[in-house]
């Protein structure tokens, strides 16, 4: 009767919505449409653009006004209208910098909105592989836990007859301490698994922003083919944005070059006079002058040359450190991949018969229950490092197919 009466507001409150289970490839898609950074850098983009409009445009013009030529001694002191040289101005003035220099701020404002751009599209490429390496984590993490769940139940089984074992004489008590040890290191391998499953999804809820994400579908399938890698480093994301960053800079040359020439300026003003003397106009055109490039131009131009050098600089080296990197990441999925065959070809179908050979010989009375234990504790322990060794295999492949491949 009382969940009767609380059903109707039950009904009214908020409730979070079920999200469906994220396929890899979803994941992917909602990471790259829901990620906060890939906003953000959309939006810097975005700001680049509007601050590019403005670029290379005139200044503001400047409105001026005056009073010229006012007397404060004499027979005219302080009177506005008995001295012929005395007069309101009202003027309004134009700076026009030089054409180079106008040129060279739109170039740099273009270069800005290339880095903006290469940002954003290496930021998606970071996005995409943070979010893949979070899904294949989830999903290997709840696979090992399964394992882990099923072979606990499989050691489970021995607990009666160890008991039994004992009170029958055939096992001495100390024996039976085996079993119990076995699944005590389960459950502790059982709970780090389980603190794996949380950090996974945490870390994929952080991608996607479902606030409990839960997978479905078949695991990723990454074909690796290292010359193709190789090649599709030119085309990294990382190594575009360096040389937007290199264009920056030659862009700040071209400006610091274009501040050596003379900037103009357009001065234009009315003067009203005394009602007794006639009105003025006044009109002036002036040019800066450096005169002292040695210590003001130059100085300028040598920073953003050194400035394009360092930038330069910093794109050999992001090359060299994603060649470098690449080489050590087919190096080490060779050798996991290797493992991981070994593993599945030879360590696990050797535990696996060991336990079949044992189980034989304990019916046949030729060995102890201790014995079997010990093989069906090894058997488990194959599994997990199998399972171990494909997850590190198919995070390789995924980072480096998904860091190195393009838009694979």
Known sequence: MRFLLLAPLLAVLPTPALADPLTFGEALRRATAEAPSLRARSLEVDARRSTAVSAGRLPDPRLGVG???????????????????????????????????????????????????????????RVQVATALAWIDLAYAERRLAAIGKALAELADYVSPAASSVASGSARPAQTLEIRQAI???????????????????????????????IEGALPDFA??????????????????????????????????????????????YQRRGSGYGDMVSAGVTVSLPLFAKRRQDPMIASSIASEGAALAQREDLRRALIADLEAGLADHVMHHEQWMRAQDTLLPLARQRVDLETVSYSAGRATLLDLIQAQTMFADAALQALDREATVARDAARLVLTYGGDQ
């Open 67 to 125: 009073l010229d030529n006012f007397p404060i001694s004499g027979p005219p002191a302080w009177s506005f209208d008995r001295d012929e040289m005395t007069m309101a101005r009202l003027g309004i003035s134009q700076e026009v910098p030089n054409g180079a220099k106008r040129r060279a701020r739109t170039g740099r404002a273009e270069a800005d909105i290339g880095v903006a751009e290469a940002d954003r599209v290496a930021e998606t490429r």
């Open 184 to 214: 005590a290191v389960l459950e502790d391998r059982r709970s780090e698994v389980a603190s794996e499953v949380a950090r996974a999804r945490a870390i994929l809820s952080r991608w996607t922003g479902d606030p409990r994400p839960e």
């Open 224 to 269: 690796i083919d290292p010359d193709q890698l190789r090649t599709a480093i030119a085309q990294h994301p990382d190594l575009d944005a360096a040389i937007a960053r290199v264009r920056a800079a030659e862009a700040d040359v071209t400006l610091a070059r274009a501040d050596k020439r003379p900037d103009w300026g357009l001065d234009l003003a």
